[in-house]
């Protein structure tokens, strides 16, 4: 069973939502689904350098709109094991370098590891996942080809891939991350709880099994 979950790498609710994914596949067992992550840009406008967190989202949802979504963030993420550090968070980052890092990642097969570090980076540890350094700690971690990583980054390699791929999540009518997209076809939105994924993962393989007995 192939699965694309296109997500980006500084969206809350994809952290919450691959921790739950990952409990869904462990509790209902299956080791038949090949995933792949995919890249959605939530604001390709910001620069390369990044802006201030606070000031970007607050300016974004109102101071007193981003505290309260902090807040459930925050309770709902430790519900999932997740330790959510907003406050040590410095800077919104543009994320089209993590993504291409993740593109890599896959690659080297490493690419589940890099996305959950990535997303530990950030949302737990405050680190701006837009400089080259913490990128390069992270494919160090996952045991990438660190020089590679490092002359690939400085280069313009995959940009377009990735900004193609966001494109095409865009067209294909997908505004919110993360998105679980099943055998390329079959698509849920949102960090679904473990039991709706299971129940997705039933129904997505009665559909392949319908299908292949035609």
């Known amino acids: 069973m192939k699965l694309d979950v ?28 090949e995933i792949t992550w995919r890249p959605f840009r939530l604001d390709p406008t910001i620069p390369p350098e990044g802006v201030d967190r606070k000031a970007y989202i607050e300016k974004k ?15 709902t993420g430790a519900a999932d094991g997740i330790d959510f550090a907003f406050d040590e968070i410095e800077r919104s980052p543009n ?31 405050g680190a701006d996942i837009g400089n080259h350094d913490v990128l ?10 660190t020089a590679l990583v490092r002359d690939l980054l400085a280069s313009d390699a995959d940009v377009k891939r990735v900004e ?17 997209l099943f055998e390329g076809k079959f698509a849920i939105t949102g960090a679904q709880d473990v039991e709706t994924l299971i129940r997705v993962f039933d129904r997505v393989e009665m559909k392949i099994r319908e299908e292949a007995d035609g």
């Open 136 to 145: 390069l700690g992270v494919a160090e971690e996952a045991g990438m080809d």
């Open 95 to 125: 994320t089209i370098d993590s993504h291409r890092l993740i593109q890599w990642a896959g690659t080297a097969g490493v690419q589940d590891e890099v996305v959950s570090l990535l997303f530990k980076r950030y949302f737990e540890e």
């Open 164 to 180: 193609y791929e966001d494109y095409q999540a865009r067209q294909m009518g997908i505004t919110g991350v993360p998105c679980f």
């Open 61 to 75: 949802f109102g101071p007193d709109r981003a505290k309260a979504a902090g807040e459930t963030i925050r309770e």
């Open 6 to 33: 296109i997500s980006d790498t500084v969206c809350p609710w994809c952290y919450i939502g691959k921790k739950r994914l990952e409990r869904a596949l462990a509790e209902s067992g299956r080791t038949d689904v």
